[in-house]
């Protein structure tokens, strides 16, 4: 994703959410290190408006904080271990719900 879209993103659709629920200026936004996080434009943006949420840098080498990332890894260790091969999409389907 370009900056450009990105900043869109946050300035159409995060900015207004984090305005209604932290209305008093203490909602948190993380964001990882994408290249399009850390723009010039985009940090730019934040700076600007520090007084209505805080952000949050990712820590450099630090663990997935989403637990999806997580299950999906456990389920690609568990099916690519899985013999034979799925020979259509509906057995592929029905490994996947096994798992």
Same mark, same amino acid.
């Given at each position: $994703?370009?900056?450009?879209?990105?900043?869109?993103?946050?300035?159409? &659709? @995060?900015?207004?959410? $984090?305005? #209604?629920?932290? &209305?008093?200026g203490?909602?948190? #936004? @993380?964001?990882?290190?994408?290249?399009?996080?850390?723009? +010039?434009? %985009? @940090? !730019?943006?934040? =700076? !600007?408006?520090?007084d !209505? #949420?805080?952000?949050?840098?990712?820590?450099?080498?630090?663990?997935?904080?989403?637990?999806? =990332?997580?299950?999906?890894? %456990? $389920? !690609? +260790?568990? #099916? +690519?271990? &899985?013999?034979?091969?799925?020979?259509?999409?509906?057995? @592929?389907?029905?490994?996947?719900?096994?798992?």
């Amino acid at each position: $994703m370009k900056a450009a879209n990105y900043l869109n993103i946050i300035a159409d &659709q @995060l900015h207004p959410y $984090m305005a #209604f629920v932290f &209305q008093t200026g203490n909602g948190i #936004f @993380l964001q990882n290190s994408a290249p399009c996080h850390k723009a +010039r434009i %985009v @940090l !730019e943006w934040f =700076e !600007e408006h520090t007084d !209505e #949420f805080h952000l949050i840098s990712w820590p450099p080498n630090s663990p997935d904080l989403n637990p999806v =990332e997580h299950i999906w890894d %456990v $389920m !690609e +260790r568990q #099916f +690519r271990a &899985q013999t034979p091969p799925c020979p259509n999409i509906s057995t @592929l389907c029905d490994r996947c719900l096994d798992i």
